[in-house]
């Protein structure tokens, strides 16, 4: 306990804490010499809360310790190029370290424990809609400020955020660890800055969490103005912690691309980087150039309400539906920030188990690109029934079909990768086939929504329920556990239990397939979104509960992996070397990985996926020349 | 060559069973507007090209996993083939012309659902947390159901007084959003009579789930009784307790409160005046003029048991006059 109270992390809680107080206190203090209103039904004023919740972030940041080497460089102070690691074991994950692997590993545990909170608040809310009227989250309930249909608009908004940051800390985790690794680097490009990106997420992760506590909102994670403007103080949680957690994508996003652009081993040229490294490549590009939008319309929001400011009132000549072009401007080409390495892990990941090559590498890495940029010009097919300019729909509609056209060469790509191989079935190649299959079902079910016609009925329904979550699971959740099963020993020198992953594997699929089958057929039957209680006479009772049964098997699965993940840590039977036979260049050396990565430096000498090519090799380890050139 | 045969055959059977399972099981519910054809028939060419897709990559996909697993004791690496540029080709241009093909008939069926009769009947749709109300300007009647004649295009002209919501009737496909400082326009043409609801389709606040009100398709005979039957009472509302009624239903007052006990977001006026109402502090009141007063200029000066802390009726405000109106049509609901 004492060695927990010392860590970066709780150091960082318990000055967010008083930096919070500090906050609110002193614009409480301001307010009262002004004469205004100095308390409200959470104690603080909204301004208050604002204030507090900003300077909680710094706080956090002086605390842990994540900014001690720039403020010491400002005070003139010298800090050595390379910290050596001062704690070993669990100590390691909880401090501030420089080290990519520690921060991959970091970011990694952060999204799996956000994944777990979001899942959990869809099991509640999924519970309330086990049948229709209402069960627990009553008129009359009051829980922190909010009765029950209040509470469920809370929790389903969340859920929606808190895994999207998840997500976000997720692709991260496995970006940070693998990138480095797969290009022969000895760290990120800015070590400083990589481990700022991630200790700015946790706080940002607790503003969003505090938002429940204060009053939460009712918006969806969409946060649409005039209601935004309505809601309680939980909206301006909410607000702000998308806007610090956007700071760690956008830092992040930037140490990516100049780590792969400056860092590549002698001989990778473009065409011969392992293909993940293009897909994280892709995905930077829109992360470091879109997120500015959702934090910038976000941030007019707040004013709009601290201020009077009237960016989205028409009483003040303001405009709704301008917020949300700038809020999907971001948000659309966030979702291929959240698939594109996924399916850079399957393409990575395909020609390992079936032993053979990528079909048409340069196709596939091309594709991640066109997707990519095309992200960047559909953005309006969120709005076809906003009451925007009813023409513009039409060149929303031709981008957006435009998407399928990358996506389909991926599918065809893995279907010729998988053709005349010697496939075998290990727990990361079930998650890899998963992911094709579930990403097929989100892709196919995409074309409709993008239809201006067909969308007029679709848009808003547990149909777009059901078609995101495929594509997020296809091209996320999937892909992700398959990077973890796979990579574990690489990190650890252990292996997870197969049995318990294959059962997770099996529990999970076929409930995931009940969810979203079910989630669209109700939804074309006319199943609104967001709604807490459905008219009993549409008859979905059924399918609810069977659509609650089914989260549950996945929540269940979940855990199973979880348990796996810690438990194989300690216990995992000992791989120290190739366990997958791959040529990727992190398996040529023993596992874990030392500190500073490959103790020799490698040339690539021939291309990456050339599984049946006699004598071929990717690459060569080079002795380190007498100099000791650092 | 055999595999190519094999897995042609099955991706063709394949897709053919799923369209007709598909087809079978029904996807859409009733269609109940001229729009609704267009969009059906739109919808009906993507389940025929989901099904054809879907078979296209599973039958090749699951046919590799299952005939070239790897074989017990076989340690060797597969044949090495690192792609084809003619097959990349071919799967990014033909996809591109059936996108294109696609887009256009989307194009075309939006032009369909959009077509405009000059001679559309006009109806005022307001919207407000969480009730909608109806406004016929030819006959001069309100109503917070939408009665709707047979195979006549109706123009709904639609505004929002707080935030924004959307008009949706699943049987008649459309949906269209409400947004405050703007007026939309929805057009429909019912062809099935029958008993709808219009869902809110725009998250709009805590009782979103409840914004739903009746649509009632009626032949032109039934629509004109209903018509002259609303004229009638707006003409006989010439006393406060029928202006009460109207401004009731105008303001959106009945879509939380019930006229005949039913429970909804608010309480019941059915019986309310005179009665004695536990609040959630425990204490009671008797529903009086002041009481009454008080709580629709200021719905948290008092809140009813069981009913949500703090309020969520939209504040109002109005002249003493017509809170007596309103008054007076409630002391009628007994």
Partial sequence: MKKFLATALARGLLWQFAGTLLGAGLVTGIRALMGLSVNDVFFFTEPAWVMGGFSGVIAFLLGSGAVSDWVKWARGMDTPEHHEEPYSGWEKYFHVSLDHKVIGVQYTVVALALISIGGLFALIFRTELAASGLQFLTQDLNLFGQNGLQLYNTLMSLHGMIMIVSILLGIAGIINYVVPLLIGAQDMAFPRLNAFSFWIAVPAAVLLLMSLFLGGFDTGWTGYPPLSVRAPVGMQMFFLGVFVAGWSSILGALNVIATVLRMRAKGMNAMRMPIFVWAAIATSIIALTATQFIGLSFQLVMFQRLFGMGFFDPAKGGNPVLFQHLFWFYSHPAVYVFVLPGLGVISELLPVFARKPLFGYRWIAMSSLGIALVGFVVWAHHMFTSGMNEYLRLPFMYSTLLVAIPTGVKFFSWVATLWKGKITFPTPMLFVLGAIVVFLLGGLTGPPNATVSVDLHLHDTYFIVGHFHDTIFGGFVFPFFAALYYWFPKATGRRMNETLGKLHFWLMTPSFFVLTFGMMRIGLLGMRRRIADYDAALGFDATHLALTIAGYLIGLSVLIFIYNFFASVKNGEKADGNVWNSRSPEWQVPSPMPAHNYEQPFEVVGEPYDYGLEGSQYVKFIAPAKSGHK | ?334
């Avoid at chain 2, 059977?13 to 519910?29: E, Q, R, V």
């Avoid at chain 2, 009665?147 to 699943?170: A, G, T």
């Avoid at chain 2, 009624?245 to 005949?260: E, L, P, T, W, Y």
């Fill in chain 2, 1 to 334: 060559m055999r595999h190519f045969v094999v897995v042609g055959v099955l991706v063709i059977l394949l897709a053919g069973l799923t369209y007709i399972g598909l087809d079978t099981i029904g996807l859409m519910p009733d269609a109940a507007s001229a729009q609704s054809i267009p969009i059906d028939w739109m919808w009906n060419w993507q389940v025929i090209a989901i099904s054809f897709l879907f078979s296209l990559i599973i039958v090749p996909m699951g046919y590799s996993l299952f005939v070239f697993r790897r074989k017990k004791g076989d340690t060797t690496d597969a044949e090495h083939i690192e792609g084809n540029t003619a097959l990349e080709i071919t799967w990014t241009v033909v996809p591109l012309f059936i996108v294109v093909a696609f887009a256009y008939m989307g194009t075309f069926s939006l032009g369909e659902v959009l077509r405009a009769d000059p001679n559309a009947m006009v109806i005022n749709v307001t919207a407000r947390q969480f009730t909608w109300t109806f406004e016929y300007p030819e006959y001069g009647v309100v109503s917070n159901e939408l009665h709707l004649p047979y195979n006549r295009q109706v123009v709904l002209k639609m505004e929002s007084m707080d935030v924004i919501h959307s008009f949706w009737v699943p049987e008649f496909r459309v949906k269209q959003d409400v947004v405050p400082g703007r007026v939309t326009e929805y057009r429909i043409t019912p062809t099935l009579e029958g008993s709808y609801k219009v869902r809110c389709a725009e998250l709009c606040g805590t009782s979103h789930a409840y914004m739903e009100n009746a649509v009632i398709v009626a032949s032109q005979a039934e629509y004109d009784a209903w018509v002259s039957e609303q004229q009638a009472i707006a003409a006989a509302a010439q006393t406060p307790e029928g202006q009460g009624q109207i401004m009731a239903v105008k303001n959106g007052c009945v879509g939380c409160h019930s006229a005949d006990g039913t429970p909804l977001t608010g309480p019941t006026w059915f019986g309310l005046y005179g009665s004695e109402v536990t609040l959630a502090d425990g204490t009671t009141v008797t529903a009086d003029d002041a009481f009454l007063e008080e709580s629709i200029l200021d719905p948290n000066a008092a809140i009813v048991a069981g009913f949500p802390s703090p309020s969520v009726m939209p504040p109002y405000q109005f002249t003493d006059e017509e809170i007596a109106t309103i008054i007076a049509y409630i002391k009628t609901l007994k």
